[in-house]
């Protein structure tokens, strides 16, 4: 099963995809998490992915996509995946969309988790991370709202998104997508 964990910086999105990756045993993947331990490692793709990283903006999408690609490949990824943090543009979600198609699968679920710009401000700037800087935060924000909130638009039609209002504590969300889910 491919679940899509959609929404701004902040909503809890990640939080949430590695509990249901625990709880459900589906495989997850963190596409920030892939360039955060990139950089942290140095390697080649690090020094490429850097200066988004930190800056708020997007890493490029062919370079994204080449990461999704390679580890949806691999066999841990063969029964499905949650996916979290991608796609965040309509080039991502077009790619995500041939990728899938060419191993005949298709995205189960798109749970989108909303929570207001304030509280997002707020929640990210607890969370204490390098990029989370209050300009950082707000770009990020900005960049959401112009790259990836038109997403929605592209997956309205499918009947596959999944609202989630994410102003609660992690096991309330969590029971609200379970819930959903079923
Ligand atoms: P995240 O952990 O999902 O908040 O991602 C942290 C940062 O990694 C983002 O602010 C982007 O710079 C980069 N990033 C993660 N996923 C993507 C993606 N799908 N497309 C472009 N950049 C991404």
Redesign the pocket.
């Known amino acids: 099963m491919i679940i899509v964990m959609f929404g701004a910086?902040?909503v809890g999105?990640?939080t949430q995809a590695a509990l249901l990756a625990e709880r459900k045993g589906i495989h997850h993947l963190?596409?920030?998490?892939?360039?955060?331990s990139a950089i942290a490692a140095g390697t080649e793709l690090g020094k490429t992915?850097q200066e988004?990283?930190q800056?708020?903006?997007?890493?490029?999408?062919e370079i994204?996509t080449g990461i999704?690609e390679e580890a949806m490949a691999k066999p841990e990824f063969s029964s499905g995946a949650i996916l979290?943090?991608?796609?965040?543009?309509l080039g991502?979600a077009q790619a995500l969309d041939l990728l899938l198609n060419a191993q005949g699968k298709a995205i189960a679920h798109i749970v989108n988790i909303t929570v207001d710009n304030e509280e997002i401000v707020k929640r990210m700037l607890l969370r204490g991370r390098q990029?989370d800087n209050e300009d950082v935060i707000r770009h990020?924000l900005h960049?959401y709202n112009e790259q990836t909130a038109p997403l929605l638009e592209y997956y309205a039609g499918s009947g596959k998104m999944i609202n989630i209002a994410g102003d609660a504590d992690i096991e309330t969300v969590y029971a609200r997508i379970e819930e959903s889910l079923r």
């Open positions: 910086p902040g999105k990640g963190s596409t920030g998490e892939a360039f955060r992915a988004f990283v800056s708020g903006g997007l890493v490029p999408d994204v999704v979290d943090g991608f796609p965040r543009t991502q990029d990020r960049v």
